[in-house]
């Protein structure tokens, strides 16, 4: 008799209970083909249910059988439920009372001895009282956290996005980062970022880096200016899943030393680290932000005949310096005009022709599509906002923001790490009260006070760039529209 097959659910997602809803969330690796590893959506409960009896490895028919007993249905109709999730080659939709739920891809495969099962599940893992399937923002906790391990940097960069008032090395102690790296991993989040500051100014980098690996949070990205030594580039061997973002502004140190106020040696040492990266066989990208001083054709040209040299880059990222929330007064006068910023892209797109490396110019700050939306926040140009709605910042003193981009604005910090949990933070009365103003909390002179889709912009649909309203029409001008909305007044300072 020919032994069945085994199927699972795939466990490149996760499935969570959202209080009044369930979720699927893609798992912070991915093992199987075809997965979508950006994937989040809302679902059922009573789906995740019928779901959880994949949870463990069986056969179609015991699944079946059990699931008979369970919905107290027949055979057939049993089938008509599962069969459309094995291994299905396209996303699923479903409805229930105007409600529409996703499914990824290949929700149920054959399985593999070679699969890592991250979690199991039962019915009862998804039992709900009432139903909510109108808010977008994660209810229980989110679905990713980035701790900010310090705020020291090595460099003190003319168009610096980040708050360097304050010089804060992390007052998290090492058990509570741990601590919320368990916590993370019990309430299933997908991604737990490190953000800086400086990443290897943390005095525990490398103890972090294992003990992010051991709970399976490995895909982590480093964005570094500090030039890595060669004992350090071989503790970094270990950790494959890692991904790599040096800045690296010019090849001249007279310029370096203009925008990022280094000295000395820095060129010939970050060369050097690029350069052992490439001998230890490690893949990384470069990035460059964009001013007067080194934009010109003859700097990006010498950029590019060195880059192109390399041998593990993956590709060399061109940013126009934009303006930031921290930005100097300084910074007007390096910042490019409008006929600047074109022909320097102009000049870039000519050097990729030549096909050396692979040259992305990042154009999100530069095409944000101010003034066009006409139906809220739902239909703001660019990729959906996740501040407090499926992502939170820990600030490396313990604080946490709604927003990376806030750091210490009190009127955004929602809790403290040090003697809450994540869960908790995220439930808290200053977190939640972002999702329910109301006309109430809006001054006359915002146009969001009357406006009919107040409610759908800020609380259930919760899209808007708090940032970019404070960058341009300042601190106490915050309750104003989103500059993406058709009914956003006039800037007072230019964000470009």
Not at 83 to 107: D, L, V
Not at 159 to 177: G, W
Not at 404 to 427: A, C, D, H, P, T
Not at 464 to 469: E, I, L, Q, S, T
Request: include cysteine; proline fraction near 3%.
């Amino acid at each position: 008799m020919k032994k069945e097959e085994l199927y699972i659910l795939n466990p490149d997602y996760n499935f969570s209970n959202d209080i009044k809803r369930s979720v699927i969330i893609a798992n912070a690796g991915t093992q199987c083909e075809n997965s979508n590893s950006d994937w989040i959506s809302f679902i059922h409960p009573v789906q995740a249910m019928i779901l959880s009896f994949f949870s463990n490895p069986t056969t179609i028919n015991n699944a079946v059988e059990e699931l008979k007993e369970f919905l107290g249905v027949k055979q057939k109709e049993v089938l008509d439920l599962v069969n459309p999730f094995i291994e299905n080659n396209e996303a699923i939709f479903t409805q229930y009372k105007g409600a529409t739920f996703r499914f990824p891809k290949q929700i149920i495969v054959k399985y593999d001895k070679q699969l890592k099962v991250n979690y199991t599940y039962t019915p009862e893992d998804f039992i709900y009282k009432e139903l909510d399937f109108e808010g977008v923002r994660l209810m229980k906790s989110p679905a990713a956290i980035t701790i900010m391990v310090t705020n020291q940097c090595v460099t003190n960069c003319i168009y610096c996005y980040a708050d360097r008032t304050k010089d804060v090395s992390c007052k998290i102690s090492f058990n509570r980062i741990k601590e919320l790296i368990r916590e993370a991993k019990k309430l299933k989040l997908k991604d737990i970022h490190i953000g800086g500051g400086e990443f290897f100014l943390y005095e525990n980098w490398y103890e972090l880096l294992k003990e992010l690996k051991k709970y399976g949070y490995e895909k982590i990205f480093i964005s570094t200016k500090v030039p890595i030594k060669e004992e350090d580039i071989i503790k970094l061997k270990q950790f494959p899943n890692l991904s790599f973002q040096f800045s690296f502004d010019s090849v001249s140190d007279e310029k370096l030393h203009k925008i990022l106020g280094v000295s000395g040696n820095y060129v010939e040492n970050m060369k050097k680290t690029l350069e052992k990266m490439d001998e230890y066989g490690i893949p990384y990208l470069v990035l460059s932000i964009l001013t007067k001083i080194n934009s010109d054709k003859k700097d990006l040209l010498n950029m590019l005949n060195y880059l192109s040299t390399l041998k593990r880059i993956i590709k060399w990222q061109v940013r126009i310096a934009f303006k930031s929330l921290y930005s100097s007064t300084e910074f007007e006068t390096i910042k490019l005009q409008e006929n600047e910023r074109m022909e320097v892209l102009k000049y870039i797109d000519e050097l990729n022709d030549q096909k050396k490396i692979n040259i992305e110019i990042d154009k999100a700050n530069l095409e944000r599509g101010y003034f066009t939306a006409e139906k809220g926040s739902k239909t703001f140009p660019g990729a959906s906002c996740s501040a407090n709605r499926s992502h939170m910042y820990i600030l490396p003193d313990g604080n946490v923001t709604i927003c990376e981009q806030m750091y210490w604005k009190q009127r955004f910090i929602i809790g403290n790490i040090l003697n809450n949990s994540i869960e908790e933070v995220w439930n808290s009365a200053a977190s939640l009260k972002w999702v329910n103003l109301t006309k109430d909390d809006f001054r006359e002179e915002s146009a969001c006070k009357n406006c009919e889709m107040l409610d759908e912009c800020c609380n259930k649909y919760p899209n808007k760039c708090w940032a970019d309203v404070l960058k341009v029409y300042g601190d106490e001008n915050w309750d104003f529209p989103d500059p993406r909305c058709n009914k956003a007044p006039k800037f007072i300072y230019d964000i470009i």
